[in-house]
């Protein structure tokens, strides 16, 4: 995943979280830690002091402990951005993969212990199998964006490997 990537997810993070968006600094500092920059190289590159962008890392590393549930420092910001991407990867609908290494399963079950008829799909069947391949390649899709491979969206979805490669045939 690359830097843009990685800056969309832990912003659409820390909205989720705090109704809030990263500012251009914050940004700044969390592209500066993951490319191995000092607080003083990325002072020096946008025009601020050191001692502001240490301040301000400070209070963004608190955020991102409280936003993921665990300590972040500048020392495991990238295992820990890494970890939640692949702990998190929300695909809509209640649907989340959870995952480690590998994909471990989806939930994509209300909460509910008694099964409720599902009105939004229709009645033909025909209609229902072109919703679900359309849901499945949308699917696809996203987990490719996020950096997943073939292999994993196929154990992640439970389908045959060769049906995860013909989506790319279809579009």
């Known amino acids: ?5 990685i800056l969309q997810f832990v912003d659409e993070a820390v909205y ?3 109704g809030k968006h990263l500012n251009n600094l ?14 003083a190289d990325v002072a020096e590159t946008y025009g601020y002091s050191s001692q502001h ?7 963004l590393l608190q955020m991102l402990s409280e936003v993921f549930g665990e300590q972040v420092k500048k020392s495991n910001l990238e295992s820990v951005i890494e970890r939640q991407i692949n702990q998190n ?16 399963y989806i ?16 009645k033909n069947p025909d209609l229902q199998q072109t919703s679900k391949n359309k849901t499945k390649i949308e ?18 979805l439970n389908i045959p490997l060769e049906e995860v490669k013909q989506v790319d045939l279809e579009e």
């Open 53 to 59: 962008v240490k301040k301000a890392s400070h209070e």
């Open 139 to 156: 699917t696809i899709e996203k987990l490719r964006h996020f950096g997943l491979s073939d292999e994993q969206i196929a154990e992640a």
């Open 1 to 5: 995943m690359d830097s843009p990537q």
């Open 26 to 39: 914050q940004r700044r500092i969390i592209a500066g830690i993951l490319n191995r920059q000092r607080y």
């Open 89 to 104: 990867i929300n695909l809509g609908n209640n649907t989340t993969i959870k995952n480690s290494s590998n994909i471990s």
């Open 16 to 18: 989720t979280n705090t």
């Open 107 to 122: 939930n994509n079950c209300s909460n509910s212990s008694t099964p409720t008829p599902d009105l939004s799909q229709p």
